[in-house]
């Protein structure tokens, strides 16, 4: 299984990014897919996630509204849309997937299998 992240960059307060997560070697369509960040001496949080086919989507309080996730099974990627990000907002972003977690779970870094390998968003102010 492998997860590729991709689309971070540098940007300004205010602008927009789209993060990518391609995933092979699993069967997409019943894997939930998630999105952590992690910033300069900050625990690895969850930013959003959406549960198996997309029945479920949740976000992080800090980033509702602003970042949307949305996933398309025929090329088995989940992008995650960030709007009007903040200089709150930098930090190396993660995507991870797990087939097994269960819907109460998906804000737990601990319930997912596989982890990509990060992507850096630096927004400056």
């Known amino acids: 299984v492998q997860l590729q992240a991709s689309g971070g960059g540098l940007v300004q307060a205010g602008d927009s990014l789209r993060l990518s997560c391609t995933a092979s070697g699993l069967t997409f369509r019943t894997t939930t897919v998630a999105w952590f960040r992690q910033a300069p001496g900050k625990e690895r949080e969850f930013v959003g996630g959406?549960?198996?086919?997309?029945?479920?989507?949740a976000y992080a309080d800090s980033v509702k509204g602003r970042f949307a996730i949305s996933r398309d099974n025929a090329k088995n990627t989940v992008n995650l849309q960030m709007n009007s990000l903040k200089a709150e907002d930098t930090a190396v972003y993660y995507c991870?997937?797990?087939?097994?977690?269960?819907?109460?779970?998906?804000?737990?870094?601990?319930?997912?299998?596989?982890w990509g390998q990060g992507t850096l968003v630096t927004v400056s102010s």
């Open positions: 991870a997937a797990g087939s097994r977690l269960i819907l109460s779970s998906m804000r737990r870094d601990q319930a997912y299998d596989y």
């Open positions: 959406i549960f198996r086919a997309g029945s479920t989507i």
